[in-house]
């Protein structure tokens, strides 16, 4: 009787591993769908869907390098954006970019421009790198208006980027993609308009920072019959 019920039991066994797999491949092709469903519903084009790959793969480029290069970096592998916290970069309340601040952006912006432009397939695809400035709601001192409080904002996240972005054409980067860069970088000021939210509440520490932001060119009927650049 125990040679039976251990046969009964492996072919139970078979049985359900035929179904596990079954059931994992059913997953899989009703995620695909659902994808390819969601992404046609909400107006994704093929085209839309090789930006964000060409986009990905900058992405991933970026942060591979500064993993190699041992910077902990803050890389959203999704879109390449770059992520710095201003206390890596500034004193409080100041936009003059610190000792540390200038030391970080020496070891990373080289790899960052670098990553980019070394794959002309890649580098082709990007429209702008836009340097973005942010800061928290917090109110300043004296400051009731909240008019007032924006504004006040606004300039000292614009001025943060421009020092940034100063700075970095003063490190070791490669030189010869110096024209493409100039072409493609954008300088913005976010002031609090896009604080960091967490579990509802927002993260002031978080929220104040500068970011590093890649955009992927528009494709377009008239660009790919070389009628637009």
Do not use: C
Request: charged content about 25%; overall charge negative; cysteine-free.
């Amino acid at each position: 009787m125990a040679i039976v019920f251990r046969k009964q039991n492996n072919e139970e066994d078979g049985g359900n591993i035929f179904w596990v797999t079954m059931a994992d491949l059913m997953l899989g092709l009703a995620i695909i769908f659902i994808t390819l469903f969601v992404l046609a519903m909400t107006g994704f084009s093929q085209q839309d869907i090789q930006q964000q790959q060409a986009q990905m793969e900058v992405a991933e480029k970026i942060s591979q390098e500064m993993q190699d290069a041992g910077i902990d970096a803050d890389v959203d592998k999704m879109t390449g954006d770059l992520k710095i916290s201003d206390v890596e970069l500034f004193e409080l309340n100041s936009y003059v970019l610190s000792d540390n601040g200038k030391k970080l952006l020496d070891k990373l912006a080289p790899i960052y421009i670098n990553s980019i432009f070394a794959d002309k397939e890649l580098a082709s695809q990007i429209g702008n790198i836009i340097i973005q400035g942010h800061t928290d709601s917090q109110m300043f001192a004296g400051v009731n208006s909240k008019d007032e409080q924006f504004l006040r904002n606004m300039d000292l996240s614009l001025k943060r980027a421009n020092s940034v972005a100063e700075y970095i054409f003063k490190t070791n980067y490669n030189k010869k993609y110096a024209d493409e860069f100039r072409k493609m970088i954008v300088v913005e000021g976010k002031s609090f308009n896009e604080p960091i939210i967490i579990n509802g509440k927002e993260d002031y520490g978080k929220s104040r920072r500068v970011e590093l932001k890649l955009k992927i060119k528009d494709w377009n009927v008239s660009k790919a019959l070389g009628l637009r650049k």
